[in-house]
């Protein structure tokens, strides 16, 4: 019995250091995706900003599966918080503090020169209408379960600097591509797998940009963390099944 003993202490003292792992799992690094296309006033001239999403889009199924949001179902007009899908909560305000907006035009838009989809945006989804309006300033996704993946189409970029930031347990950023001055699309996404972000803030600065197709991956276990779990489990039945062994014997 004293063997036994011995054994099974080992035994659970793999198990623990199996589950302290799983709890404490060795992050992957932060992997991005971009790309951007100068004068793209649609997709069907945007081939890089395309490619990069189904690079981002190829390498999230590897975690999982990705969720679009499309603003398709989002009522038009200004919002100081909208929740486009559950689980979802958006906010945000524009470069003049006032609140941002979901539209399906940016031909009321009063500037000089006028708009036109390569300066201001445009929807991106196919037989769509609706996207997201940044007059300037930030937006901000909120996710109730985190997000280890985050992308979308950027339209009407125009001025450098513009970014995407959020926290993995350090401050990140992640650089927007200016197509330069003329405008255009972008794509930009992340994978930042077992970091279970929170909240993910857009920053267009003085810029009119529109954003569509956002995709994001509910968090995930890393797969060493699975690993590792299914080592734990197998650890634990091995410990029942020579228990219930000793107990017969020893009857």
């Known amino acids: 019995m004293t063997e036994m003993r011995a054994t099974r202490g080992t035994i659970l003292g793999a ?3 199996s589950l302290a792992l799983i709890t404490a799992p060795a992050h992957a690094a932060l992997i991005t995706f971009t790309g951007t296309d100068a004068g ?3 997709l069907a001239t945007a081939p890089n900003s395309v490619a990069a999403a189904g690079s981002f889009a190829a390498a999230v199924a590897a975690l999982g599966t990705e969720n679009t949001l499309t603003f398709e179902s989002s009522p038009l007009g200004t919002f100081s918080s909208l929740i486009p899908v559950s689980g979802v909560t958006l906010t945000g305000t524009n470069v003049n503090g006032n609140n941002q907006s979901i539209v399906n035009t940016t031909a009321n838009i009063n500037i000089t020169p006028p708009c036109n989809n390569a300066s201001c945006g445009y929807n ?7 996207f997201l309006l940044l007059f300037g300033g930030t937006a901000t996704f909120s996710f109730s379960a985190g997000t280890d993946a985050f ?6 970029v125009q001025n450098g600097g513009e970014t995407i930031s959020f926290s993995d ?12 001055f003329g405008g255009g699309t972008a794509f930009v996404g992340f994978m930042d797998a077992g970091k279970s972000i929170a909240s993910i803030t857009i920053n267009v600065n003085n810029d009119i940009v529109g954003v569509d197709d956002v995709r994001y991956l509910a968090s995930v276990p890393e797969p060493a963390s699975l ?9 634990l039945a091995l410990t ?4 219930r062994n000793a107990s017969a014997t020893n009857a």
């Open 124 to 130: 991106t989804t196919p037989g769509g209408s609706n």
């Open 40 to 42: 793209a006033g649609s």
């Open 227 to 235: 690993a590792l779990f299914g080592g734990a489990l197998t650890i």
């Open 15 to 17: 198990v623990t250091v």
């Open 240 to 243: 029942r099944r020579r228990k």
């Open 151 to 156: 992308g979308a189409y950027l339209s009407g």
């Open 169 to 180: 347990g350090t401050s990140e950023s992640v650089a927007i591509p200016s197509p330069g």
